[in-house]
């Protein structure tokens, strides 16, 4: 009975996810075009990607959006939980709002950033009234990346707040209270106890918000478009120019291969470095 309760479930994901992928890699090795049948052309594709400079740079473009998300997400998700650990109804509502974006969907949230950091857009106007200078935000290579960057940590400081606010309700109280008898401050008591006692949480929001960072695609094609000047050129947004307009599933399906084994590669040195300092007791 068991076997037979997760049998749907495993053939979904055998038919949607581990097909497509051995698909994708298979297709790697070849010339396709959707015109014309495969055509075998053993590692000429990865040799392209190597060679190609767009693909570099949207590997660096990648990498630097990754470590921008992962560092702002992790640690405005542990300010708001330590700020929001006291019930109370404002604490209560405050919480509820922060979530509403995790449940919008990102092709939303982008259309109205897109506004919002416009050049007569409301953050400028903000910018205005205190006498500062305005940006363009999505129309210069310094800021675009910056300002998808903002976008993902808008949309998902809410959900990941609350799991962190989750773990930190279940601290025991006598651990933060032997620490503040012993004369422990608030930032030794957040770095010696809080820390430490969430790392397990802390861990799984690296894992999966470095995966879902190097998935990033939709809010750069709504509001960059991967410009201005290929500084906002992502390695997912590059396999579906190659895909999309230049029909050149050879290359796009290698680009995606590497993509799978950098995100293989990154797990495993998490799990082979970065969990050596995560306390599970």
Excluded at 99 to 118: G, K, R, T
Aim: charged residues 15%; proline residues 4%.
């Amino acid at each position: 009975m068991p076997y037979a309760m997760v049998t749907p479930a495993v053939l979904f994901f055998i038919v949607f996810t581990i097909y497509p992928m051995l698909d994708m890699i298979v297709l790697s090795f070849h010339e396709y075009n959707v015109l014309t049948d495969r055509k075998y052309v053993g590692l000429k594709n990865y040799e392209y990607l190597i060679k190609n400079i767009d693909f570099g740079l949207a590997l660096k473009n990648t990498f630097v959006y990754t470590v921008c998300l992962v560092f702002f997400l992790i640690f405005f998700s542990l300010v708001f939980a330590v700020c929001l650990e006291k019930e109370s109804k404002i604490n209560a509502i405050v919480q509820r709002i922060m979530f509403f974006p995790h449940i919008c969907s990102m092709l939303a949230i982008s259309l109205v950033f897109q506004w919002l950091m416009d050049e007569n857009g409301l953050f400028n106007a903000v910018l205005n009234v205190f006498k500062l200078p305005g940006l363009r935000w999505l129309e210069s290579s310094t800021t675009a990346l910056i300002s998808v960057v903002i976008v993902a940590v808008w949309k998902g400081i809410g959900y990941h707040t609350l799991i962190l606010l989750s773990a930190l309700k279940s601290i025991p109280r006598e651990i933060i209270e032997a620490s503040e008898i012993d004369g422990a401050g608030p930032i030794r008591k957040f770095f010696k106890i809080i820390v430490p006692m969430l790392s397990p949480q802390i861990f799984l929001l690296l894992i999966t918000i470095t995966i879902s960072s190097f998935k990033v695609f939709d809010s750069v094609r709504i509001l960059t478009a991967g410009g201005p000047g290929k500084s906002t050129m992502v390695v997912v947004y590059y396999i579906y120019l190659y895909a999309q307009q230049y029909l050149k599933y050879g290359i796009a399906a290698a680009a995606g291969t590497i993509l799978i084994l950098i995100l293989i590669v990154m797990t495993i040195i998490y799990f082979k470095v970065v969990e050596k300092k995560v306390h599970y007791e």
